[in-house]
């Protein structure tokens, strides 16, 4: 049965009915997950600076690094999702992606 469905229709089979997800290109989840992790190795050096006492300013310049690269990841994610899902959507006439992109906007604002 596999053999003669297309590719469209092999994603669309994997994804849970309920759920909303996409299936991301190995190169791209690799990218995604090491920008994760550095921010996850700042976030455990900020603490790390917390346990030995380090000064005010040098761990809130640690801290703003931390969120500059989390901003980074969202502006990463946001317009793959714009040129993916949403883009995707609206060729199929599903204008309710639209709402959901101003919602998301609104958070990342």
Not at 55 to 83: K, M, P, T, W
Not at 88 to 97: A, C, H, P, R, V
């Amino acid at each position: 049965m596999a053999e003669s469905m297309t590719l469209k229709e092999l994603e669309t089979e994997a994804l849970c009915p309920h759920c909303q997800t996409r299936l991301r290109s190995d190169k791209e989840k690799k990218d995604l997950i090491n920008r994760l992790k550095r921010i996850e190795g700042q976030i455990r050096g900020i603490c790390g600076m917390l346990e030995k006492d380090a000064y005010c300013v040098d761990i809130l310049n640690q801290a703003a690094a931390a969120g500059s690269a989390l901003d980074s990841f969202s502006r990463v994610l946001l317009e793959a999702h714009i040129r993916t899902c949403v883009a995707d959507d609206l060729k199929e006439g599903k204008q309710d992606k639209i709402d959901e992109l101003m919602k998301i906007l609104q958070k990342l604002m």
